[in-house]
């Protein structure tokens, strides 16, 4: 299931519209951070245009989001539009609702009204002397972190323009305190961080999602409690490496000492007698025999409460328990665990055997042959040819068939290559095809013609494709070639109204009974599965072989000894295809 790129309101979440964006587009999520958006848009496809990108995506106004099904992997306000003229491409760079904050302030409404002279006050007690207004400070108790960033962000949407929509959960009472005078003015994106950064502190998010009609995005606050601060699910996910055709490349270790803290010093204050100094003396390291190592965070000038000082001290000592080590992989988004079913802060184990030797019998070549000799036709159309009223146009998306009026069950998307046939073969094709959303729907067959005979061989039967459908049609073997065949060639025949458009990105005709999985020369190859063209790429028939593992072992010479290893994930990635998903984790301390 690919991945469906959309805009929306960034005020009301509503006036969702389909976005058809380039491969290049990109997609992240971080802990305690907001998502990454970058989107490229070709400004050569007409529908793209017809959107009017500069207005309807307007930065500040319009939200980006991606997601795969019903659920949003990314989402959050276009901040930047960069135009290459030269290229003809318009790049979107968006953040999470997160980054909407980093735009607003912890002031109470009667900041807005207030003289402005009046954020300071005489103070009755001392003569002489001024003290902040209470009237605009922002005064919590009695309550838990995760309530505390709440109430923050409800009273930023009580301003005029400032009710995002975000869902809340509920309040609980705890024994937590948050007091921020108005005339500090405290970014409200930094202390929903900082708040997250002390020791237990709260894992904060603010996740996307469709509204319960699935006609507008929104945002739901979710916190960890004071009793479990991190945010995660209760399953543990597991990805094995040791298993054949596992569903984890790419692993990159990187493993950094540099915040290795036996003894962690915080510093606050602005001034000489409001200084205040926090220590905090942790033994794991030089239990085990390490040197001694000390950490200064200075970066809290204007924490005023010992305790919160005290928090950031705890967590630089708690961290530099060991060397951060990170590793990072790629998954495929549709094999267990699936896309969607884990997020940052998630917990997974994987799985390594010990380093050792792998084994291969000869490949078995030519397993399957796919004969369509321009099978992606996306740089070029080269091989197929349309038939009146219907027009046919290479783009990045695939072959792009218009209907400049109603047609009634012609060949459209015809090959042009007889491929040679013999008496008794039974011949199968495929076929991925979508609608655009905003075209309407159409009728397809897909058939294997045998010619001189005159004959068809293969026959999917009527399919409809509505509008935002992207379809696999296969048409199997309906009866064997006869021995009079000069030959055998696949047909789309489509019945459309005018002004109908469809897409054809992938197609395959082969030797056999019924159509396997599309492939071609280009498709990613594994140890035991590959790929490849008999001749030039894009233009020749391809091949998939195959061989079999006689030993396998999935160690590694750095993680020499392997086992299971648990650890929390950081950071998920991916690209506009919805593939691979890139991760990223740290070990569990």
């Known amino acids: 299931m690919g991945l469906r ?96 904050f980093d735009h607003r302030y912890v002031l109470p409404l009667a900041a807005a009204s207030i003289d402005t002279t009046q954020f300071i006050i005489p103070d009755p007690s001392a003569a002489g002397k001024t003290k902040p207004n209470p009237a605009v400070g922002t005064y919590l108790t009695g309550l838990e972190y995760g309530t505390i960033a709440k109430r923050w962000v409800q009273q930023a949407q009580a301003w005029t323009g400032g009710n995002v929509p975000i869902v809340f959960e509920a309040d609980r009472v705890g024994t937590r305190e948050r007091n921020f005078e108005g ?54 996910f597991e990805w094995p490496m040791d298993v054949p055709r596992s569903p984890v490349s790419s692993l990159k270790v990187t493993a950094d000492a ?65 060397a951060l080590e990170l590793w990072s992989f790629d998954v495929e988004a549709a094999r267990q665990p699936f896309l969607g079913a884990y997020w940052e802060g998630d917990f997974c184990t994987l799985t390594l055997g010990q380093y050792g030797k792998t084994t291969y019998t000869p490949w078995v070549n030519a397993v399957r042959t796919n004969y369509d000799i321009n099978p992606s036709p996306m740089a070029s159309t080269a091989g197929w040819s349309p038939t009146a009223p219907s027009t046919l146009t290479p783009t990045l998306a695939g072959a792009q068939i218009d209907f400049s ?129 008999t001749a030039t790429p894009n233009a020749s028939p391809s091949t998939y072989s195959t061989r079999t593992m006689q030993q396998y072992d999935s160690g590694d010479p750095y993680l020499f000894e392997g086992g299971a290893f648990q650890r929390r994930i950081t950071a998920l990635s991916g690209d506009a295809k919805g593939i ?4 990223t984790t740290q070990a569990v301390i």
């Not at 405290?186 to 699935?214: H, Y």
């Not at 691979?580 to 991760?583: K, L, W, Y």
């Open 580 to 583: 691979t998903v890139g991760v």
């Open 405 to 533: 009026s109603a047609a009634t069950s012609i060949p459209t998307m015809y090959s042009t290559t007889v491929i040679s046939a013999a008496a008794g073969q039974m011949w199968s094709a495929a076929r991925e095809i979508s609608v655009p959303v905003g075209f309407p729907a159409v009728t397809v067959s897909l058939r294997v013609f045998s010619y001189g005979e005159n004959v068809i061989v293969a026959d999917s039967g009527p399919v409809v494709i509505q509008p935002g459908q992207d379809v696999i049609v296969q048409a199997p073997s309906v009866r064997a070639v006869g021995a009079s065949t000069t030959g055998v060639r696949s047909n789309l025949y489509v019945t459309a109204a005018a002004g109908s458009r469809l897409v054809v990105p992938h197609t395959l005709t082969e030797l056999a009974p019924t159509p396997g999985m599309i492939f071609d020369g280009n498709s990613s190859s594994s140890d035991v599965e590959q790929y490849a063209w």
């Open 5 to 100: 790129w959309f805009i929306a309101d960034l005020l009301t979440g509503r006036d969702i519209a389909d976005v058809q964006v380039m491969t290049s587009s990109t997609w992240s999520r971080s802990i305690n951070k907001p998502e990454r958006l970058t989107a490229s848009l070709d400004m050569r496809d007409p529908a793209t245009v017809a959107l009017r990108p500069r207005q309807t995506m307007a930065p500040g106004r319009t939200v980006l989001a991606c997601a795969i099904g019903d659920t949003i992997l990314a989402g959050g306000p276009i901040w930047s539009h960069t135009y290459d003229r030269d290229q003809k491409v318009l790049t979107l760079d968006a953040l999470g609702m997160w980054s909407y």
């Open 183 to 236: 005339s500090d003015f405290k970014n409200l994106g930094t202390v929903l961080a900082q708040l997250s950064q002390i020791e237990g502190g709260p894992d904060i998010r603010f996740m996307p999602q469709f509204t319960p009609d699935m006609l507008g995005i929104q945002w739901a606050l979710q916190t960890g409690t004071d009793a479990s601060p991190l945010l995660a699910s209760a399953t543990v």
């Open 258 to 322: 540099t915040r290795l803290a036996t003894l962690g010093w915080a510093t606050a204050g602005r001034s000489a007698d409001t200084v205040l100094v926090s220590r905090s003396v942790d033994s794991t390291l030089t239990d085990l025999g390490y040197a001694a190592f000390e950490s200064l965070d200075s970066s809290h000038s204007s924490v005023s409460e010992q305790g919160t000082l005290d928090g950031y001290a705890g967590e630089s000592t708690t961290i530099g328990r060991s």
